[in-house]
């Protein structure tokens, strides 16, 4: 089960490692990995504290995070976005950029809904104008994980993706902290309680932040892409768009596809289940939204940020599948915390140290879960095949979560944080098949 690093990564020195980093790819993907993160809290984590504050049951909460589930069928429309043009926007700006300027046409147009709508009078804007933000935002996904595939060589993918996760990050500050905020600024003296008013400016506010993704995508070039063979009929279009990315997946990978699509289903269901009722708990316990968004969306994502950058290098210095099973172990026993944060009653200081090893846990292991993903694509069918796969790491999960809240109401935080760390279990004994089959049919240095 020894890994060694390819003669690519042995022949960097460290600080050559760090300047990729600042070449202009890495600095495209800081800027359009922003637009991708910003969504993401606002349907799920964010929404949950508005929810939570405005009344909302947490097994409702609970059952609303299915919205998520459109990051995990994204799949389904991902031949859509590899092959279809979209008229006059294709012909002008090529088809990744096409796809993702429309993907965020519709974010900034769901979250302006998400605005105006006020869950306490009734819930239905607030879910379908959600659900169009996560169908947008998963679209965005699978243009902009084609887009960063195609914009580089496979030894660089980790540090692309590194740099995606920092500019993801960021916007998840923007988004965590900085949308809880502008709701507490805009709501005054009175802090307690669910005011629209502070809400519905908190989300035009994230609405209009949208904007450095759009400019962004407006000013990058196009990247290379594989001449596509023209369909002379439908049938042979849907055969190039559906069939073929999944059969060439198939029949690179055999019998072992099983085993990688395993790993990949369950590899963050640890993170994935435990965080839906994060915001939740944060609440129930009293802590207000300055401390939350200070703590949870500072600390912790500058915690995440520093975990991508050095999953990143590590991954290039010392292989993707060592820093794969280290992420996983980390993620696993970084619940416990929370375990024992719920007993530990309302205290910051242990909110900052253990929201900052779960964030520094995730960092690392996303960085060296993008790589992995990446590195299994073949660029040919890159937004579909890649879509699959991450589409494959939401599925379970998000299933699993949308009961979170049932369990939390029927056994208390304590044992749910136990069990989604027993979750990530399965996680290392996939990693290390996954590692030992790699490390056979690779050929010798």
């Not at 692309?160 to 500019?167: E, I």
């Not at 802090?191 to 407006?218: D, N």
């Not at 994935?272 to 703590?295: C, H, L």
């Not at 026993?333 to 910051?348: C, E, P, Q, T």
């Amino acid at each position: 089960m020894n890994e060694k690093p390819s003669s690519d990564a042995a022949a960097f020195s460290w600080l050559a490692s760090w300047r990729i980093y600042v070449q202009p790819a890495s600095l495209r993907m800081l800027f359009l990995g922003f637009a991708a993160g910003l969504p993401l809290l606002l349907v799920l984590g964010t929404l949950s504290f508005r929810l939570r504050e405005a009344g909302i049951d947490r097994s409702t909460i609970g059952y609303l995070s299915w919205v998520g589930l459109a990051y995990a069928f994204k799949w389904m429309w991902a031949p859509l976005v590899d092959r279809l043009p979209i008229p006059y926007l294709t012909r002008q700006l090529g088809r990744r950029r096409s796809w993702l300027l429309l993907a965020q046409a519709m974010v900034i147009v769901g979250l302006v809904g998400m605005a105006i709508s006020d869950p306490r009078q009734t819930l239905g804007p607030v879910v379908w104008c959600a659900l169009l933000v996560a169908v947008g935002s998963a679209t965005q996904d699978i243009a902009l994980d084609a887009f960063r595939i195609e914009s580089a060589e496979p030894t660089q993918q980790a540090a692309l993706a590194a740099s995606y996760q920092t500019g993801y990050r960021l916007a998840m500050i923007w988004a965590g902290a900085g949308v809880l905020w502008v709701a507490a600024w805009v709501q005054g003296d009175n802090s307690a309680g669910y005011v629209q008013a502070a809400w519905q400016a908190a989300y035009l506010v994230m609405a209009a932040s949208m904007a450095v993704g759009l400019f962004t995508v407006l000013i990058s070039k196009e990247p290379a892409q594989a001449e596509l063979p023209p369909a002379r009929n439908a049938k042979e279009w849907l055969q190039g768009a559906l069939v073929e990315p999944f059969a060439d997946f198939l029949k690179r990978y055999r019998w072992q596809a099983v085993l990688i699509l395993s790993l990949i289903a369950v590899y963050r269901i640890s993170d994935v289940v435990m965080g839906i009722m994060a915001n939740p708990f944060y609440v129930d316990m009293g802590y207000t939204k300055a401390e939350v968004a200070t703590v949870t969306k500072v600390y912790g994502v500058l915690m995440t940020l520093l975990g991508a950058f050095v999953g990143g290098v590590m991954a290039l210095r010392w292989g993707v599948m060592r820093i794969l099973m280290l992420g996983a172990i980390m993620s696993a026993l970084s619940n416990l915390l929370f375990a024992w944060l719920s007993g530990h009653g309302h205290d910051v200081q242990a909110l900052i140290l253990v929201v900052s090893a779960d964030n520094l846990a995730s960092g690392i292991a996303s960085a060296a879960f993008i790589a992995y993903l990446s590195s299994l694509t073949n660029i040919q069918y890159s937004a579909t095949q890649y879509a699959l796969l991450s589409s494959m790491m939401l599925l379970l999960p998000k299933f699993i979560a949308g009961f979170s809240g049932d369990f939390v109401n029927a056994y208390g935080y304590a044992n749910f944080f136990n069990v989604t760390a027993l979750l990530g279990m399965p996680v290392l004994v996939l990693v290390a098949l996954a590692w030992r089959f790699q490390a056979k049919d690779s050929p010798p240095p």
